[in-house]
């Protein structure tokens, strides 16, 4: 994939991220059908959308075919933390590049806690997706408890921490996500995520010169409506979408208004 968008003025980065997470939803024809209407919704994908939809690994292959050729770019959940081996039950970043994935989410919450993955694995995913060309989606954000103890700073500095050997700046986005506005209906006020997004900005840049160009994208309970809030943020480079990404409807109307948004910076 080519390099993530730069740094762009007032918005800090130019252009905008919808990515749709289809987690374990859906069986393969259902997965087909979504994949062909969203290739009808979103086939221009004019600047400054960049639009890209993570299947189910399984569903990769078939997914990654109907949008071949098209602007949406094709995205994985997860990769494995080891290069090649007797590793039963994973996939390696080298397998999902050569199924022409160009993104790869590390660090989802339900991983996370599903998975019990922990920082070196995380770490290590990363740096297998980054040698295999492909574009790093690290997902952080902090849950109910710490939230409501007013720890989310906290939370996402330690979170952070994970990049502090990071070279591959250009391709790595970050996508905040309070884990208790996850598929929840509860979204996070627009002076939360706008303080947030902007603590992340500056911890990025203070942990190199080149951090200041990644994008850091909003997630939970993301909804067509909720869009003109969030693309009045300019600390907001994207959103990631669960639930509202299974329905190809409420996903176009999404990366419509991105589209429609007068003041997104156009590349
Ligand atoms: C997600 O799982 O990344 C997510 C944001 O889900 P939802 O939009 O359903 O809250």
Redesign the pocket.
Known sequence: MGKIPRLDGERKLTGFWVIG?W?MHGRLQVCKDLAYQMLAMTSQCPDPLHVAVAPALVHLDVVGSILKNSAILLAAQQASAHVDGAFTGQCSAAMLADLGVQLVLVG?SECRADLEQKDDVLRAQMQRIAEQGMSVVLCLGEDLAAHEAGQTVSVIDRQLDILRDWVDWSRLLVAY?PVW???TGKVANPEHIAAIHGHIHQRLQDLGDAGQVVPVLY????KPALMPQLLALSSVNGV?????SLDADQFGQICKAVVDWPHVERA
């Open positions: 997470n987690k989802h996500e506005s996850i598929g997630g939970g309970s993301v990631l979408v669960g639930g509202a």
